[in-house]
């Protein structure tokens, strides 16, 4: 297969992934703002979690340093975040929009800013 066939598909899987990714958040907040059940979120999270690890596995993929990279460390910052609206079942809501501003901010960033390397200056 060509390398423009693979790019094709693997920009189409990241755009899919990112349409799954933003529609698991969605119902999670929405679920949240409306407090619903823990089961009834769930499909939402799985959908959340599966679609956003295939997304981190196609950046380390790509074979460039991600992880050094300002996204990938404001991510992890969004993974804490989120893992704090388990624990802090009162911020929950809070902590949840706080996740889609800094996402909203990192996606449309500057790439010299989003592709900056936070921790390794090489």
Not at 15 to 43: C, F, K, N, T
Not at 83 to 95: F, I, N, Q, S
Request: charged share 20%; glycine share 10%; net charge positive.
């Amino acid at each position: 297969m060509s390398d423009a066939k693979n790019k094709d598909r693997r920009r189409w899987l990241r755009i899919s992934m990112r349409a799954v990714h933003l529609g698991g958040i969605s119902g999670i907040v929405g679920g949240s703002w409306l407090e619903a059940e823990a089961a009834q979120l769930q499909p939402w999270l799985l959908a959340m979690l599966l679609s956003g690890s295939v997304l981190l596995l196609t950046e380390i993929d790509t074979g460039r340093p991600y992880l050094p990279e300002m996204r990938a460390q404001l991510m992890i910052v969004k993974g804490l975040l989120l893992a704090a609206a388990v624990w802090l079942p009162g911020w929950r809501l809070v902590l949840l929009l706080a996740v889609i501003g800094l996402s909203a901010v990192v996606s449309h960033m500057p790439g010299r800013l989003r592709h900056l390397r936070i921790f390794d200056r090489t």
